[in-house]
């Protein structure tokens, strides 16, 4: 599936990095949060870590 989204142009990068960490939170139970804008279970709303912002600086650049 993910080979054919390619072929048709789909934006894919950083799939497999974000595949990945979603399975190191199910397999710890959602107890640590990794990546850069956890969720907020009770609210649904996500809160950009610190590392979120030191990334998002030279992107924009």
Same mark, same amino acid.
């Given at each position: 599936?993910?080979?054919?989204?390619?072929?048709?142009? *789909? %934006?894919?990068?950083?799939? =497999?990095?974000?595949?990945?960490?979603?399975?190191?939170?199910?397999? $710890?139970?959602?107890?640590?949060?990794?990546?850069? *804008? %956890?969720?907020?279970?009770? =609210?649904?709303?996500?809160?950009?870590?610190?590392?979120?912002?030191? $990334?998002?600086?030279?992107?924009?650049?």
């Amino acid at each position: 599936m993910t080979q054919k989204s390619i072929a048709y142009g *789909a %934006p894919l990068k950083g799939y =497999t990095f974000w595949v990945l960490l979603g399975k190191f939170e199910r397999v $710890l139970g959602c107890e640590k949060c990794f990546g850069f *804008a %956890p969720v907020n279970f009770e =609210t649904l709303e996500r809160a950009p870590k610190a590392s979120y912002h030191a $990334l998002a600086t030279p992107l924009k650049a």
